[in-house]
């Protein structure tokens, strides 16, 4: 029987937060100067952070050090929750993009928890 290791595209919460990355990237990619220098790269670099946590604590050997990266990995899902929240009062999303981030960052939550609680279960140390 073949062993099957898990990959980091295995995740769930991995692979939304990469995806919703890089779409949140293009759209800040099309701001003026001042929007993406003020709201845009702290956008960009909260939203990446989600997913490079994740990657980050998968890339640990031990199960508390791995659970430690996905459980910062919520800060910044937080943090991303804002500036979405920001972005659209300043008026720099259209209501379809707001939306489509909301949907996605209010994904995330059960998806590290999940994530977490696998890991718990799995890994004896």
């Known amino acids: ?4 290791y898990l990959k980091l595209n295995d995740i769930s919460a991995y692979k939304i937060a990469f995806g919703l990355s890089n779409y ?16 845009g790269k702290q956008f960009v670099r909260s939203v990446d952070s989600i997913s490079a946590n994740i990657a980050e604590g998968f890339g640990r050997y031990g ?11 919520f ?3 937080k943090e991303s929750f804002d500036w979405n929240e920001k972005s659209k009062i300043r008026k720099l999303l259209t209501q379809e993009e707001y939306d489509y981030i909301f949907s996605e960052l209010n994904k995330l939550p059960k998806e590290i928890n999940s994530w977490i609680k696998y890991t718990n279960e799995k890994l004896k140390y």
Do not use: C, H, P, Q
């Open 24 to 39: 949140v990237w293009d759209i800040v990619l099309r701001w003026d100067y001042f929007a993406n220098d003020t709201v």
């Open 1 to 4: 029987m073949e062993n099957k």
């Open 63 to 73: 199960k508390k050090d791995k659970v430690r990266f996905y459980r910062y990995s």
């Open 75 to 77: 800060g910044s899902l």
